[in-house]
């Protein structure tokens, strides 16, 4: 406690010596928030260009150059200073002497601080270490900084406060940005793939009348001007599915979800996803698509198909991925036998003993998916699809007609998580009505996670949906997975937190 008070005092004095500084700038007539400065260059450009040039070279180069950046370092030697410039590039030496920028511009230049946004010009010089370098004709303050940022060799180690202030994770953590401009890759790619293979982007409703396309639970809201409750959407899927009744073949969205659930390493209230859908196409050839997908932005990401996650080498390479049917992996990864899995009083008592929480009336399935859950998806490190989940739990999937108990459905599990789910859409309203009222009775139960009915979309399916296949992924699962990040507030900009008490 006494060290947090010291380290509250001492920010204290140091923001007031700031603000201080900024008075004193003001009454000399210098602006702390100026506009108009243009920024005509970029750091890292014109280092790639002029990295090579010796001492002697550069001296020849009749250019000059103008730049904009944050103040991250600062040594100065009385009439003359080194600082560090970081742009979004890159970052840059520079040099200021008073000869060059005048008595009252350097003046003006011993008041800036680390942290502090600057306009620099000047012509590129290479210092006696080696180091290529600006040699400022001028500085100008362009956002004076009243917080001081944290020390340069121990950063931000409060995880609560990275998240919290990710516009100082930002400055300061050179990783937090790159895993960032990864996501934005991983993005684009997801969508390039997508679209060349001829899927059309589309943007369905987040708000919902009736939330569905998942078992999850959903936030409510209210309209005022309708006089109606509302529901963020959990899932887009049931729209999507609507756009391939009214003939649009190939779909997708990238976009948030809302489930009000838990918040863990894994999970995030807020989170998105991309939800494809493929008219006259099976589960089988979304496998095949899906280890195409993966392979391509971890190339594009990465640089390999093949990856290390958490200290741990993953092959994503097309043709290595592991197929298994639910009930294979229960007996080949979790090592139960059929005569236990399907004995349900047995399932019951053991999920219940490892902490399980089982509801009245439950169903084998559902006991089974949590066996799999305790026993099987931790260890599924290497890509694996896992298909033929049983009825119970998959009520929007197709039934196989081999065996009506299973359906054409798989979930992808890398590195002990699942990282997308698909199936064959189930096109027959009748068969959907029935599940639907299967899961209206779950929830009158108590099942808070199970579907409504949602009789607009089984009036869709009554004007007919083509045979198709439909597929969700998590993006920031995928994000986690490619940055190496073992925490999902790693990779969303800015995590669900409780309030700064």
């Not at 931790?378 to 009825?391: D, K, N, V």
């Not at 992808?412 to 990282?419: A, M």
């Amino acid at each position: 406690m006494l060290e947090s008070l010291e380290a509250r005092d001492e920010l204290n004095e140091v923001v007031k010596n700031r603000v201080v500084k900024t008075c004193e700038l003001l009454d000399a007539g210098v602006s702390a928030y100026p506009n108009g400065f243009i920024k005509k260059h970029d750091i890292a450009p014109v280092l790639a260009e002029y990295e090579g040039l010796d001492a002697d070279e550069l001296e020849t180069v009749d250019a000059a150059f103008t730049m904009a950046g944050r103040i991250v370092s600062h040594r100065s030697f009385g009439k003359v200073a080194f600082f560090h410039i970081m742009d979004r590039t890159g970052r840059m030496q520079c040099y200021a002497a008073r000869e060059e920028l005048g008595e009252e511009a350097y003046k003006t230049f011993k008041k800036l601080d680390i942290g502090d946004i600057v306009g620099v010009s000047g012509r590129l010089f290479r210092t006696k270490t080696g180091e290529l370098t600006l040699s400022c004709t001028e500085v100008r303050l362009l956002t004076k900084s009243i917080r001081p940022l944290p020390e340069k060799y121990h950063g931000l180690k409060d995880v609560e406060i990275r998240y919290r202030q990710r516009y100082v994770d930002l400055i300061v953590t050179p990783r937090a940005r790159d895993i960032f401009r990864k996501r934005t890759i991983i993005v684009r790619e997801f969508r390039r793939f997508l679209e060349a293979r001829g899927f059309m982007e589309v943007e369905t409703p987040m708000m919902q009348a009736i939330p569905g396309g998942a078992t999850a639970k959903p936030f409510v809201t209210f309209h005022n001007a309708l006089d109606m409750q509302l529901y963020m959407r959990i899932a887009p899927e049931l729209y999507l599915k609507r756009l391939l009744v009214g003939g649009f073949e190939k779909v997708f969205e990238i976009n948030r979800n809302f489930r009000n659930e838990g918040i863990s390493t894994q999970h995030n209230p807020e989170f998105t996803m991309c939800e494809f859908y493929w008219a006259y196409a099976t589960f089988e050839d979304l496998m095949d698509l899906t280890e195409e997908l993966f392979s391509h932005i971890a190339r594009e990401v990465c640089g390999s198909s093949v990856i290390t996650y958490q200290g741990q080498e993953v092959d994503l390479t097309p043709g290595k991925w592991v197929r298994l049917t639910f009930h294979e992996s229960l007996e080949k990864v979790g090592g139960h036998s059929p005569e236990f899995y399907n004995d349900y009083e047995k399932v019951r008592a053991y999920v219940r003993e490892r902490g399980e929480k089982v509801l009245q009336g439950e169903k084998l399935g559902k006991l089974q998916a949590k066996l799999f859950d305790l026993d099987v998806e931790p260890r599924l490190i290497q890509p694996t699809f896992i298909y033929h989940y049983p009825t119970d739990i998959s009520p929007l999937s197709r039934r196989n007609e081999q065996n009506p108990d299973v359906t054409d459905r798989f979930e992808l599990f890398i590195t002990g998580r699942e990282l997308a789910n698909a199936f064959s859409e189930l096109n027959d309203p009748v068969d959907q009505r029935m599940r639907f009222e299967d899961q209206v009775k779950e929830k009158e139960a108590g099942d808070d996670e199970a579907h409504f009915m949602d009789e607009d979309y089984l009036r869709a399916l009554e004007y007919g949906m083509p045979p198709a296949a439909g597929q969700g992924v998590g993006i920031d699962r995928l994000v986690m997975l490619l940055t190496d990040s073992p925490s999902i507030r790693e990779v969303i900009l800015f995590p669900l937190l409780k309030p700064e008490s």
